[in-house]
């Protein structure tokens, strides 16, 4: 850093063209984001990143660039998300854990892209889920909550940690409407379980997906299946789990056999079941929180990593429920 008066400049050498690209992202638009949550004004020239701005403003912008460098070093794009915590981080004196976070590469999906945690609360969410047989997560749409649990079990399945995937959720409306869909019980419920198979899909590809759910090695199935079977040897995911009553509840999660581990996710603001109807997963995240070998994990907003729009909408629904006084208590 070079000091001009009350401005100053810091030049940060950069590996190669593919992290210089990474990091500014296209048009730019990773550098002018950098700018305006620091102050510091960011050129690249060449594979130089010169920061210039007040020695506060250069050290805020410089710590951020290198809390994500294990993002752009390996070409991978810098999102606002990625800023966005890097800043947190550094704001809460979590600097250190975020750079831990950073080194923690849970898998690669089919386009390349290196997947690992992108918020701490995160990072916390898939320690939890490689530390106990079974792991709550509570949060908004977009938080990562089913991708990432997603990841860990494929990933165990590829290390023959467990024999089998399961994953399930809840039709809410199969009493209304699946009667109207063609085909089979099967047929009918597959719109409701379509976001797992995307998620698979992102991870193994379709065709292999295809291969592992003829194979039986990966189920993909409504809840109602789960009555009267022990699941043992499996990484089992419910999914939607806001959904359950706590009768379906208390069912699945009874069904966990030998060495096998669940994951159950879901959003607790967004309960379709009818007004005087329970959640299971509020009442088993309740009870059950502080048990031993149970994990509760409550993501935020701040950890919703899909468009940055989608945090926003989040955010100001939740204030709309904070002001809005409910008509009917759930019990």
Not at 16 to 26: S, V
Not at 170 to 192: H, I, M, N, S, T
Request: glycine share 8%.
């Amino acid at each position: 850093m070079y000091d001009d008066g009350e401005r100053g400049r810091f030049v940060l050498d950069l590996p190669d063209p593919d992290a210089a690209l990474a990091l500014a992202g296209e048009a730019e638009t990773t550098l002018h984001r950098l700018e305006a949550l620091t102050g510091a004004s960011m050129v690249l020239r060449g594979l130089q990143l010169v920061i210039t701005g007040g020695p506060t403003q250069i050290e805020r912008a410089a710590a951020v660039v290198e809390l994500v460098r294990p993002i752009w070093q390996d070409g991978q794009s810098v999102s606002p998300v990625d800023l966005q915590s890097a800043l947190g981080a550094l704001n809460t004196g979590r600097g250190d854990d975020h750079a831990a976070m950073g080194e923690q590469v849970l898998a690669k999906s089919q386009k390349g892209n290196l997947l690992r945690p992108r918020t701490l609360r995160q990072k916390k969410y898939v320690d939890a889920m490689e530390r106990h047989d079974l792991t709550f997560a509570l949060g908004p749409a977009g938080t990562g909550k089913t991708f990432l649990a997603t990841v860990l079990a494929v990933r165990m399945l590829t290390e023959r940690k467990v024999e089998r995937l399961i994953l399930t959720r809840p039709a809410v409306e199969a009493g209304e409407r699946l009667g109207f869909l063609p085909g089979d019980l099967q047929q009918k419920v597959d719109p409701y379980l379509r976001p797992l198979y995307d998620a698979l899909h992102s991870l193994l590809g379709a065709e292999k997906t295809t291969v592992l759910l003829e194979k039986g090695v990966i189920e993909v199935a409504p809840l109602a299946y789960m009555r009267g079977r022990t699941l043992s040897d499996a990484f089992v995911i419910l999914d939607e789990a806001q959904n359950t009553t706590p009768a379906q509840m208390r069912m699945v999660l009874t069904r966990l056999g030998e060495r096998s581990r669940m994951v159950v996710t879901g959003d607790i603001t967004q309960v379709d079941l009818p007004a005087t109807v329970q959640s299971g997963l509020v009442e088993a995240s309740q009870v059950l929180e502080g048990v031993e070998g149970v994990a509760v994990c409550r993501l935020t907003a701040a950890d919703v990593v899909r468009h940055p729009l989608v945090q926003r909408v989040v955010e100001a629904y939740a204030r709309r429920d904070e002001r809005k006084t409910p008509k009917v208590q759930r019990r």
